[in-house]
């Protein structure tokens, strides 16, 4: 039975694979090198996963523990590389403070994306203390996992008190991005009960 996080790993490495595949053959040009992924299969790689809410696109951001203290809110998870790092078990945000995310492409990096994040007033308000603590150089890095699985770390932007929108960087690759997108109204209303 195919699960939610082997899916997620089976696309970021279709990627993964291709993106090698696409390098080995490059003459080694920045711009040869950045192209869009060139496979058969273009069309079912990047086409968004969408079952049941709560399945795929699940988004969850945690507080990177540097050092193991047996704590019980800390818990291991594994990256898309498939090493593992430490994590507070309990989420800072996720996809019951996200309403929507619409994957923005990075136009001098062709098939990745940024995410804008259409959060709740109280996701907001969280995204909002996340990003003042992050100015701080001791401040612990935050992990953005994707059903379950650490995507990346990332560094909150900065976000006024009058807007609950705000731009993830990234990068993310399409797959993952397009997933997001497609799957995130939903999960918001499964996982905040509207």
Aim: aromatic share 8%; proline share 5%; with cysteine.
């Amino acid at each position: 039975m195919t699960t939610p996080k082997h899916t997620f790993r089976f696309l970021c490495a279709a990627s993964c694979l291709a993106a090698s595949a696409l390098l080995a053959s490059c003459d080694g040009s920045a711009s040869s090198i950045l192209d869009p992924l060139n496979v058969d299969d273009k069309e079912e790689v990047y086409k968004p996963v969408v079952g049941e809410p709560g399945e795929f696109g699940v988004v969850s951001i945690h507080e990177i523990i540097r050092h193991k203290r047996g704590a019980e809110k800390e818990i291991e998870v594994e990256t898309m590389f498939g090493d593992e790092i430490i994590i507070d078990r309990n989420p800072l945000l996720d996809s019951s403070d996200i309403i929507s995310i619409e994957a923005i492409e990075v136009n001098d990096l062709p098939g990745f994306y940024k995410l804008r994040l259409n959060l709740t007033q109280e996701g907001g308000k969280i995204w909002r203390k996340l990003s003042l603590d992050s100015r701080d150089s001791n401040a612990p890095s935050l992990a953005f996992l994707i059903d379950g699985v650490s995507y990346r770390t990332i560094k909150p932007r900065f976000l006024y008190s009058d807007q609950d929108t705000v731009v993830v960087d990234g990068p993310f690759d399409e797959a993952a991005a397009l997933n997001l997108e497609a799957n995130a109204i939903r999960n918001f209303m499964h996982f905040s009960q509207q």
